[in-house]
């Protein structure tokens, strides 16, 4: 990487990198689509025969004067005079104070100006892709200049891609890394001026791609693109000088083929290090429409792009940014840009209503018009409140509100009896029925809920409104949460769209009420936390499964704000001591948690800030957005999420691509990949779980859980997490394949939101302000290395992660300790194997914190039920499923924690003894051996314990309580 670095002032910094960039504002494409109706008139307005509605109106003209004039309008046919009079109501009387509570604001005045020019980034909500723009002239070779301030931050590698706004037949040529002037980044950080150069630059085009070139080219052709679009693609490290970034500007020379302005967007780049990169993976970030007429502008799938441009652009995405710019700056501009787009989508879908959904490559066969549930339901969410701001725009007229509002009256239409479908006869390969599921039936109910509280003027907005009410009914049980109160899908950000969107409902519906009692109960599962079981204790949401990886779920992002809705509704002090960072409320007596029907586990100390966290996925046959990535595990402390999911960046399809490794290999999560095959991939939305929990246990100083995935043909994989609280946990994997002669290969994966550093076989990831160490013990034909990945933080990045692999006949191993380190926490982990009995594995695990060295014995039997053998750990034995003993620096057993077993011996000599199985069982010494603190989880009333005393006892305590003990020579005998 090359830079130069000098020391400037701040002021004097910025005078130099930023200039004034030009902003279109005429959209090009403002020629106004012909109006094709959704409806006729007599359909929508009814048609009267001097005595009833031989037709009746899609309109309630009782609901008020005002809309008993559009009535009479009606009756008497005149059918303009209905549509001014109705425009004229909605506009200048009608009250729309739902619209505020039911939408965001999202304003980025830079890409709404870019969606007005018809150039669409994917996420389109909000500035998406976008970042800024600058504005060129002439044929000679000049500097464009581009503000990153805001992005730069804490990025360390990321990428730009530039091209044109304006469509022609010719390249703009940009400088590349080899060019007369190297592109530039320069950063104001600390004080310094920094100036790095890229890494990688490359042009990219359908087909093809042209690596570190000494000229970039840049072309926008075709409608969105053609084979001879290109995009120009600048690669930076900045690991080094991205923190504190107070300003930050990018710099290339480039030379236009026009005398006229030219605009050149800057975006981020998807996948910015990814030596297979393709124009696929790319291209569904931006369409360009700039300049389209209506015949030009398609609103069906492009060839060669992603399926996301038929979600995105479907749902009207664009609109909220176009009108929420609007009502800052009343500039017309983007207002007409909105109602013209809305109704293109109009004129060439409002024909073409289908009862039926498309999928797959089918999609494209309905132009994006009505792909699915989700999609309508999210448009016509989007659409509602926003027209109280687009009916003072000069450009809606009665006309045009007219046929949005049919266009929104067959929208609930559609949503209404969506789930009563027919497939036509032979046809079952296009379409699919829609049926309940997850986030598809949570949106269909709030789609027709908005219409309904939005426009009550509807004739059927009652009974849209208590359709969808009754739906809530058994909305919760049949579609959105497992029996054991978990969100039924496999992404945990998923469960909040579906609750926070619909609790400003709650404000409309009679409190008392059968159906405000019904939506609390969908609510309240909530209160069973596990929302809040699925953050970590900052707030970070558990990623895994299609959990998104930009925008609102990029890592480190605070998702505690989703539960100050439900805190409107139902006090609970633990919900509002988690939700207020332990500044109110009281917080909550559970912390670990299993949900056994849906298959996942929360292994926490607390829910403050600095605890420690552990989450482990077993779900499969349990909702939707799955990944093959049973037994993967997230990890999180001290404010940090330390092992991650990789995340999901879009749906793209495209083999080999980032995005089907990120969704589609087991190797991109935190579990074992079997003869480099992903597990076998379930999309059932059925709660059919046949994996199964062997185990689970929790009390205060020590949790145990056990599993095992059923999805690799010919093999079966356990997986134990022990968790030694609070401080650490251990990994232990048993794969046994069904034919015990073949040499398999296994790798074990770990990702992390940094780079993982290998030693030996032992990896370091270290993460703002804390790390984790993944140490190896099964090392027995084992290989560590540091393989390139890829993982969504704050962008795309291309980070090492730690494998360790395996190729052996038989079953294999490992086991594996995971330890965060805070920033002050200097202790080094190491672990090495000791023999242990048949059937089980044990290691030796070394702490060294400077001057001390403190070590605990590890054992597990492999075994599943039944009585359990007794298994020997260098000077322990144990005859249960598994047992931690601590010593502390001086070799002294300090604690012992033991589950499902009765005995720990050391040297022969018991330490502990119930005279029945304990469940899960710590038994601490002071450093004199007076004083004993016990804790018990399960049932264990009438348990005699005999606990090692040999100096005699001061206290001992059960469970936090005071307890009396009887003396038995150098024992105490304490009864449950």
């Known amino acids: 990487m090359k830079y130069n670095r000098s020391v400037l002032s701040l002021a004097a910094a910025l005078s130099l990198l930023f200039g004034t960039f030009c902003m279109p504002r005429t959209a090009s494409g403002s020629e106004w689509y012909d109006i094709r109706p959704s409806m006729t008139d007599e359909v929508f307005f009814g048609v009267w025969d001097g005595a009833d509605w031989t037709v009746a109106p899609k309109l309630d003209y009782t609901a008020n004067e005002r809309m008993a004039r559009v009535g009479e309008y009606a009756a008497q046919g005149e059918y303009v005079l209905a549509a001014r009079a109705f425009f004229d109501y909605c506009k200048n009387y009608k009250l729309w104070d739902p619209a505020e509570s039911l939408t965001a604001a999202i304003s980025d005045s830079g890409a709404s100006a870019m969606i007005a020019e018809q150039m669409f980034f994917n996420p389109t909500q909000g500035s998406g892709d976008y970042l800024t723009q600058a504005t060129v002239r002439g044929t000679q070779w000049q500097k464009a200049q581009f503000d990153v301030t805001n992005f730069v931050n804490n990025k360390g590698t990321f990428g730009f891609y530039i091209t044109p706004l304006q469509k022609a037949d010719a390249d703009v040529q940009i400088s590349g890394i080899g060019g007369g002037f190297c592109p530039t980044l320069t950063i104001i950080t600390d004080g310094n001026y920094v100036q790095l150069q890229p890494i990688r630059t490359y042009t990219l085009s359908p087909g093809s791609r042209a690596d570190d070139p000494d000229t970039l080219l840049a072309r926008q052709c075709g409608m969105p693109y053609n084979s001879d679009s290109k995009m120009a693609y600048f690669i930076f490290d900045a690991e080094d ?9 990018f710099e290339v020379l480039v030379k236009s083929y026009t005398e006229d302005d ?52 479907s749902r009207l995405d664009f609109i909220g940014p176009l009108v929420n710019s609007y009502v800052e700056t009343r500039d017309e501009f983007y207002a007409e840009s909105a109602i013209r787009l809305m109704l293109d989508l109009f004129y060439d879908h409002g024909n073409g209503l289908s009862k039926y959904r498309y999928t797959g490559s089918a999609a494209a066969l309905n132009g994006g018009g009505w792909p699915n549930a989700l999609v309508v339901a999210v448009r016509v969410m989007g659409v509602c409140p926003r027209l109280s701001e687009l009916v003072k725009s000069k450009y809606m007229t009665a006309e045009r509100f007219a046929e949005i509002m049919k266009n929104i009256f067959l929208t609930a239409e559609w949503l209404r009896d969506n789930d009563q479908i027919e497939v036509p006869p032979g046809a079952q390969e296009i379409y699919t029925a829609y049926g309940p599921r997850g986030n598809e039936v949570t949106y269909m109910v709030k789609g027709i809920l908005t219409t309904a509280v939005v426009f009550p003027e509807f004739a059927y907005a009652e009974h849209w409104y208590d359709l969808a009410l009754r739906r809530i009914e058994w909305y919760a049980g049949n579609c959105v949460l497992t029996p054991d109160n978990a969100y039924i899908e496999a992404s945990p950000h998923y469960s909040r769209g579906a609750y926070v969107t619909l609790i400003p409902f709650l404000k409309y519906v009679p409190e008392g009420s059968a159906v405000y009692e019904s939506l609390l109960r969908v609510l309240l599962p909530w209160s069973e936390y596990n929302y809040m079981q699925s953050l970590t204790p900052a707030g970070d949401c558990v990623r895994y499964g299609d959990n998104p990886a930009s925008g609102a779920g990029a890592m480190f992002s605070d998702f505690r704000s989703g539960l100050s809705a439900i805190l409107k509704y139902a006090e609970d002090d633990g919900l509002r001591y988690f939700y207020s960072a332990g500044k109110e409320g009281k917080a909550p007596a559970e912390t670990s948690k299993l949900y056994p029907v849906k298959g996942e586990a929360f292994l926490r100390t607390g829910w403050d800030r600095d605890d420690l966290f552990l989450f482990v996925n077993n779900d499969k046959g349990v909702g939707g957005h799955q990944h093959p990535d049973d037994l993967a595990v997230v990890a999180a402390a001290y404010g940090r999420t330390l092992l991650a999911d990789t995340g999901t960046v879009t749906y793209n399809e495209t083999a080999g691509s980032t995005d089907v490794w990120m969704r589609y290999t087991t190797e991109a999560h935190n579990t074992v990949t079997i003869n480099d095959q992903a597990q076998a991939f379930y999309d059932n939305m059925s709660i059919t779980n046949d994996n199964d929990t062997h185990y689970w246990t929790t009390q205060a100083e020590f949790d145990f859980w056990q599993g095992n995935t059923k999805t690799w043909d010919g093999f079966t994989h356990d997986r134990a997490i022990t968790f030694v609280r609070p401080n650490y946990w251990i990994v232990s994997d048993i794969i046994v394949p069904e034919d015990g002669t073949r040499v398999n290969n296994y790798k074990q994966n770990w990702h992390a939101p940094a780079h993982f550093e290998i030693a030996g076989n032992k990896g370091r990831a270290n993460v703002i302000d804390a790390s984790i160490q993944v140490v190896q013990s099964d090392t027995e034909h084992l290989q560590t290395s540091a393989p390139i990945g890829y993982m969504w933080v704050d962008a795309l990045k291309r980070l090492t992660y730690m494998r360790s692999e395996k190729n052996t006949a038989g079953q294999a191993t490992f086991d594996t300790i995971l330890y965060p380190n805070s920033s002050n926490d200097l202790t080094e982990v190491f672990a090495e194997k000791i023999v242990a009995g048949a059937n089980s594995t044990a290691s030796k695990i070394t702490f060294e914190d400077g001057a001390n060295v403190t070590r605990d014995y590890y054992y597990l039997s492999y075994q599943v039920g039944g009585t359990f053998p007794v298994g020997y750990f260098d000077k322990y034995s144990f005859d249960g499923k598994t047992a931690v003993c601590e010593t502390d620096a001086a070799g ?85």
């Open 241 to 249: 000088y991205s923190r504190n970034v107070t300003a930050a500007s």
């Open 262 to 313: 030219l605009t050149l967007p800057l975006g981020v780049a998807h996948d910015p290090d990814a030596l297979d990169t393709s124009w696929k993976d790319q291209v569904q970030r931006v369409y360009n429409y700039y300049g389209a007429t209506a015949d030009e502008f398609d609103w069906s799938l492009p060839l060669d792009a992603a399926l996301i441009w038929n979600e995105s652009l």
């Open 892 to 976: 002294r057993t300090i604690a012992v924690n033991m589950a499902f077993g009765t005995a720990v011996t050391e040297d022969g000599a018991d330490l502990v003894r119930a005279d029945r199985v304990a469940e899960n069982m710590t038994v601490e010494w002071d450093s004199n051996l007076k004083e004993i603190k016990v804790t018990l989880a399960g049932d264990a009333a009438g348990t005699k314990i005999r606990i090692y005393a040999p100096r005699g006892t001061e206290e001992i305590t059960l469970n936090g309580e005071l307890r009396e003990a009887e003396r038995d020579g150098d024992y105490c005998i304490l009864y449950v």
